[in-house]
């Protein structure tokens, strides 16, 4: 893909030099930028198809400039992070921002080529990974269940106000599909949807990111007549949560810089763990900032209590995908549809679309059977944490209890070859219960199951 545009970001001039010169005599068209500021000039002027980013930088650092590229959907082209010292966190951070590949330093020339084809070629991609967030974004909560008829109910009932909305639920339950179902029930397709993860808005530069300054609006601004939604709220720092309180409070903010105050017509909504009330007397969320948020509330199930709706859910994505992505058709048969529908589903909807993703990108015979289901099930499953290796005095009492009890359990039920009815009597518990505690805390006793129970 010679002549593509790429953009190199980085503060180094040797390896903006030298990365450039390689890049050049590959045939690219290569623009160098030392710091975020010149990134975002640079990135505005020539529409790369590419950019390489550098993570620490003077000025923003390359995942806060992912981020806020990310928040500008519409502006982000495949990214392909560098650093010299980075962790697993921070790649972990910018591959959930979208980046499409991870560069350690010294970078070698043929990781680097490697990367650019990958990425240019993630670029190539892109108009159908659009199109998916189009075709969900307008998507309703899909299935026939009573949880999921009320919840699309709840849900047009709070499209019709303009207050702000808090959505509780567990990670991967489609809190942010929910969020855009409701902001497009809301305004139709003619109103910003502003996302940002709330792990971003670090206190240094909370204020700049929230309000905006004399090089960007923030924000707050951006979603003016949309929605704001903020994922995770509970990990806003102590800075950010007050300021987007005062904000919310008062019903106006302050760009730096800027003389008289800007009103807030963005409704914010933002999703947070199911127990955010333990958060919020541990002191993590202010309750302020709760109250200012949760005008409206919805709670999104975990997908292990609507069950039932797993085969609706396996045709949505095969659907989707198919038609997105460009995937071969696949159907899943009964047998793996019903192994499914028992399955406990520990990443909730996330673990789900990733798991169809796999079975049609795998190929094969048209129909998905049982035996490939246990197959990418085994591999997807976790591995059991010792007990004694778990800092459960770190943890609030609830999780901890929770941890403890899903550990105490899976080991009891290897024990007992998968038999819950021997697991019944060696932890003295009701079977009946025993079998809803298993599968409210996601232990799945099909997969050490050797027998008839």
């Known amino acids: ?13 040797d390896i903006r030099t030298l990365i450039s010169e390689i890049l050049t005599e590959e045939g690219y068209d290569v623009t160098v930028a030392a710091d975020a500021g010149e990134a975002r000039a640079a990135k505005a002027a020539s529409d790369p198809q590419l950019v390489l980013l550098d993570i620490w930088m003077p000025d923003t650092d390359g995942i806060t400039l992912l981020g806020e590229w990310a928040a500008e959907s519409h502006a982000l082209c495949p990214v392909v992070m560098m650093s010299g010292h980075g962790t697993v966190d921070t790649a972990v951070e910018a591959t959930r921002l979208g980046a499409v590949d991870f560069i350690e330093k010294p970078i070698s020339l043929a990781k680097l080529l490697r990367s650019v084809e990958r990425g240019l070629q993630a670029g190539h991609r892109k108009p159908k990974a659009d199109k998916a967030g189009v075709l969900l974004s ?19 009932q709070v499209a019709q106000h303009a207050a702000n909305l808090l959505i509780a639920g ?6 942010e599909a929910l ?8 305004h139709g397709d003619g109103a910003p949807f502003i996302s940002v993860a709330a792990g971003l808005l670090a206190d240094s530069h909370a204020a700049a990111r929230l309000f905006g300054d004399d090089k960007q609006d923030g924000y707050l601004a951006k979603a003016a007549g949309g929605t704001l939604f903020i994922s995770e709220l509970s990990d806003l720092g102590a800075e950010a949560q007050k300021l987007l309180a005062g904000a919310l409070e008062q019903g106006s903010f302050h760009a730096d810089g800027a003389g008289s105050s800007v009103a807030l017509s963005a409704r914010v909504i933002a999703s947070v763990r199911a127990d955010y009330e333990s958060l919020a007397q541990d002191g993590v969320l202010r309750r302020d900032l709760l109250s200012s948020i949760n005008v409206l509330g919805l709670k999104v199930p975990p997908l292990r209590d609507y069950a039932e709706d797993v085969p609706d859910l396996l045709r949505f994505y095969v659907d989707l995908l198919v038609e997105a992505e460009g995937l071969p058709f696949r159907r899943f048969g009964i047998a793996a549809q019903n192994r499914l529908r028992n399955y406990p589903w520990p990443n909730n909807l996330r673990g789900l679309r990733n798991m169809v993703q796999r079975c049609l990108l795998a190929g094969g015979e048209e129909e998905v059977s049982l035996d490939e289901i246990e197959a990418e099930l085994a591999i997807t499953a976790a591995p059991i ?23 105490y359990l899976t080991q009891q039920l290897l024990l007992c070859d998968g038999k819950v009815g021997q697991l019944s009597k060696r932890v003295g518990m009701e079977r009946t219960h025993l ?13 050490t199951q050797t027998g008839d129970d």
Not at 179 to 186: L, T
Not at 435 to 447: A, E
């Open 179 to 186: 969020a855009r179902f409701i902001h497009s029930e809301a």
């Open 1 to 13: 893909m010679t002549g593509s545009r790429i953009l190199v970001v980085d503060d180094e001039a």
């Open 435 to 447: 079998y809803r505690k298993l599968r409210s805390l996601g232990v799945d006793f099909r997969q």
């Open 385 to 407: 944490e010792p007990l004694v290796k778990q800092d459960l005095l770190a943890l609030p009492l609830r999780e901890a209890r929770e941890q403890f009890e899903r550990a």
């Open 170 to 175: 567990e990670v991967g339950s489609g809190r």
């Open 138 to 156: 307008a998507a309703e909560p899909v299935g026939r269940s009573a949880l999921m008829r009320q919840l699309r109910e709840r849900a047009r």
